[in-house]
């Protein structure tokens, strides 16, 4: 209609511009139809092309999902495989470290049977072997060192201690071997010890003894303490008396004896003997000054009682001082012609020289001038026993025989002929003809020689070599009994 009406009125402006308006949105329709056809194909072809896609998509995954499916299932298979062979490993590793710690603690069964079962699951398993032969080593060990304590507990201590150094070269770290062995060896060196210090002390070596068992309580002042103490008091005590012998300073051996006694207070405070030591020391060297003065008296009285304490007092030279100064101060009587008091000293003087078995020349000795005595006193009867005694003590027939003296054989037999005859006059005169036969054999009378050495003096000489001052001092020709020298060589008497 529009278009008839613009034909009749082409001029009408509205008209046209209606009509091309219209035509304007019939295109604008058309466009939108078109528009719209275009968009609902695009739109189909976008859902076609996306359910391609999506069952593209549905295949591609589906496909992707069955291969992921077999890589997830290989890969968890993978994975459960290292784990459990992780869980394997760890199991083996704990009860390697379980067997380590078992044998490490001594515990050799449990530590084996873990081995055991390691060797099951991987016989090649790293340190099984080592492990196993260690195990061996350490039940070697064990077993030896329990036969090491069993051996100390015997007391066998050089057994123990060849073992347990033979385990402390091999392990040196094994249990306490090193601590063990330090123990035996310290044992050992002590009972060691103990053994010179008792073989010293039984042979009465007293200053030797007394060292050992320093050397012990220096080492370890309790093993055998109350054995170890009880001798070396002693062996102090012993030693104090030797000092006194052997030093012709009477100040310094009272000084090296005191050092022992000192020693000996300090073990024992309260040892009353030490008391009694100390004076009987003092009283010996006392002795000793008076017997040089020639203080015969103060000698006796001074030695008397020591000697009554110990009879082999100072290595004997107690005794030998006393005889001396009894046959001394006898002589002594004789010049003074109170010959009763000379016989009483004279057989003291035997009776001193008696108590020592070997003191045959001190017994002649004495019973000749006993028997001298006597025959000044004019008791011949009395002086015919000592000259008897002394003739027998100095084998005087066995002289004469030996030497083929008929002189001295048959002066004797006269001698013994009077007095069985009861003629004690005619065989003391006898008697006297013998001896003097006799000295004047030199060769057969029996002596040695000496160098004096520092500290000897004529009493200890005579004491050492059974021989009596006198002889020694009438051998050598010697001025002065108190004056003999370092290096001085002296003809000492030994038998008649």
């Known amino acids: 209609m529009l278009e008839t009406l613009a034909a009749r009125y082409p001029l009408d402006r509205e008209l046209r511009n209606l009509r091309q308006e219209m035509q304007l949105r019939a295109q604008v329709d058309q466009d939108e139809k078109s528009d719209a056809m275009l968009a609902k194909r695009n739109r189909a072809r976008r859902i076609i092309t996306r359910l391609g896609l999506g069952v593209l998509a549905l295949g591609v995954g589906f496909w992707g999902l069955r291969v992921?499916?077999?890589?997830?299932?290989?890969?968890?298979?993978r994975v459960n495989q290292v784990i459990q062979h992780n869980l394997e490993a760890a199991e083996l590793a704990t009860l390697f470290r379980d067997a380590q710690s078992l044998l490490q603690a001594g515990r050799l069964e449990e530590s084996?049977?873990?081995?055991?079962?390691?060797?099951?699951?991987?016989?090649?398993?790293?340190?099984?072997?080592?492990?196993?032969?260690?195990?061996?080593q350490t039940a070697s060990l064990n077993a030896r060192y329990d036969q090491a304590m069993q051996l100390i507990q015997q007391g066998d201590w050089n057994e123990a201690g060849t073992m347990l150094k033979a385990l402390m070269t091999e392990a040196p770290n094994y249990?306490?071997?090193?601590?063990?062995f330090a123990s035996v060896d310290k044992v050992l060196t002590l009972s060691g010890l103990l053994l010179k210090a008792d073989a010293e002390f039984d042979a009465q070596h007293w200053t030797a003894a007394a060292a050992q068992f320093e050397s012990i309580r220096a080492l370890d002042s309790t093993y055998q303490s109350v054995h170890v103490e009880e001798r070396l008091f002693r062996s102090y005590v012993e030693s104090a008396?030797?000092?006194?012998?052997?030093?012709?300073?009477?100040?310094?051996?009272?000084?090296?004896?005191?050092?022992?006694?000192s020693k000996a207070l300090a073990l024992r405070p309260l040892d009353e003997e030490i008391k009694t030591q100390r004076?009987?020391?003092?009283?010996?060297?006392?002795?000793?000054?008076?017997?040089?003065?020639?203080?015969?008296?103060?000698?006796?009285?001074?030695?008397?009682?020591?000697?009554?304490?110990?009879?082999?007092?100072?290595?004997?030279?107690?005794?030998?001082?006393?005889?001396?100064a009894y046959v001394a101060r006898g002589d002594d009587e004789v010049k003074g012609t109170a010959y009763d008091a000379a016989l009483s000293d004279y057989q003291r003087a035997i009776d001193l020289a008696k108590q020592k078995s070997d003191a045959v020349l001190r017994l002649y000795e004495v019973n000749l001038k006993a028997a001298d005595a006597e025959r000044i006193k004019g008791?011949?009867?009395?002086?015919?026993?000592?000259y008897r005694e002394a003739a027998e003590l100095g084998r005087l027939r066995e002289r004469g025989l030996e030497a083929n003296n008929t002189g001295l054989i048959s002066t004797l037999d006269e001698a013994e002929k009077f007095a069985t005859a009861g003629n004690f006059g005619g065989?003391?005169?006898?008697?006297?003809?013998?001896?003097?036969?006799?000295?004047?054999?030199?060769?057969?009378?029996?002596?040695?020689?000496?160098?004096?050495?520092?500290?000897?003096?004529?009493?200890?000489?005579?004491?050492?070599?059974?021989s009596t001052v006198q002889a020694i001092v009438a051998a050598n020709n010697?001025?002065?009994p108190r004056l003999i020298y370092v290096g001085q060589e002296l003809i000492i008497p030994v038998l008649p």
């Open 379 to 386: 008791n011949y009867e009395g002086a015919v026993p000592y």
């Open 427 to 466: 065989a003391t005169e006898r008697y006297q003809a013998a001896f003097r036969i006799a000295d004047a054999d030199i060769s057969a009378q029996a002596t040695k020689k000496h160098v004096v050495q520092a500290g000897e003096y004529l009493i200890l000489l005579a004491s050492q070599n059974r």
């Open 241 to 261: 008396k030797i000092a006194l012998v052997g030093e012709s300073d009477l100040l310094k051996a009272m000084g090296n004896a005191e050092a022992y006694f």
């Open 279 to 324: 004076e009987l020391a003092r009283l010996y060297l006392e002795a000793q000054s008076d017997y040089n003065a020639g203080r015969w008296d103060e000698v006796i009285n001074d030695l008397e009682p020591v000697y009554a304490v110990d009879q082999e007092y100072a290595l004997g030279t107690t005794r030998q001082t006393l005889y001396e």
């Open 478 to 480: 010697i001025p002065d």
């Open 68 to 77: 992921y499916s077999a890589w997830f299932q290989e890969q968890t298979q």
């Open 175 to 180: 249990r306490d071997v090193a601590v063990q």
């Open 112 to 136: 084996q049977m873990r081995l055991a079962a390691i060797a099951q699951q991987d016989p090649n398993y790293p340190g099984l072997q080592e492990m196993r032969a260690e195990i061996t």
